[in-house]
């Protein structure tokens, strides 16, 4: 079946690493996604990464992806204040025609 | 670039009334729009795909009778609630298209419905 689940909430200090965790089921998922939710915009496309990739690092974010467990994680290096969101992982499934299959997002608070 | 807005950001409405939101590409042609319903502490779900000039593709268990949706040039789609009630009250997001590939979809800020 299809489900991606993500922890529910975060909290770190201003200057710590976050990491935000996902599990999802679909291993002929492509692509692997994550997107930022802030209140009032709309989301934002982070980093992703190929399915045979294990390691993606893009400035302060890292994504290492363990295809064999199927496990995804959101590494955010030095967070900030602005970092404060929501984070939502998402899979492509078979290559779904862009359809996206989501997890319920995990809400990052940092705090000073 | 590639800014997608919506119209309104929120609305309340009374039960049996319609409610029309829109979405558009503000500096780029989109020739595929989405539109996602968001319940709280839920995942993002997709209820239908919009090609400009063409009827949308509904994904199951959306009513299309209900979710009207009308994607009439390159850069505006509109979703209308019908007859809207209170279950329909949710948090409504489009997104556009500029490609094929995933990362070419752009989404807009949002829609919040209260139906009374």
């Known amino acids: 079946g299809e489900d991606v689940e993500q922890s529910l909430f975060l909290s770190v200090r201003e200057g710590d690493s976050s990491v935000i965790n996902c599990t999802y089921t679909d291993s002929s998922s492509t692509y692997l996604y994550w997107y930022k939710q802030e209140p009032g915009a709309g989301l934002q496309l982070l980093t992703y990464i190929f399915s045979n990739m294990d390691m993606k690092q893009d400035q302060r974010l890292t994504v290492l992806l363990n295809k064999k467990d199927k496990h995804l994680s959101l590494r955010i290096a030095d967070t900030q204040t602005g970092d404060s969101a929501i984070y939502f992982c998402?899979?492509?499934?078979?290559?779904?025609?862009?359809?996206?299959?989501w997890g319920l997002g995990t809400s990052l608070a940092v705090n000073p | 670039g590639a800014v997608v807005s919506q119209h309104p950001s929120r609305v309340i409405c009374k039960s049996g009334t319609s409610v029309k939101i829109e979405c558009r590409s503000l500096d780029f042609q989109a020739t595929t729009m989405f539109w996602y319903r968001q319940f709280p502490k839920k995942s993002l779900m997709l209820m239908a795909t919009?090609?400009?000039?063409?009827?949308?593709?509904?994904e199951q268990g959306v009513e299309k009778d209900k979710f009207l949706i009308n994607h009439a040039s390159l850069t505006l789609s509109t979703l209308t609630v019908t007859s809207a009630h209170p279950e329909d009250s949710s948090f409504y997001i489009c997104?556009?298209?500029?490609?094929?590939?995933?990362?070419?979809?752009?989404f807009g800020p949002g829609t919040r419905l209260l139906v009374l």
């Open positions: 997104s556009a298209s500029r490609g094929t590939r995933i990362e070419t979809q752009y």
């Open positions: 998402a899979e492509d499934g078979a290559g779904n025609n862009r359809k996206l299959i």
């Open positions: 919009s090609n400009e000039g063409s009827k949308a593709t509904y």
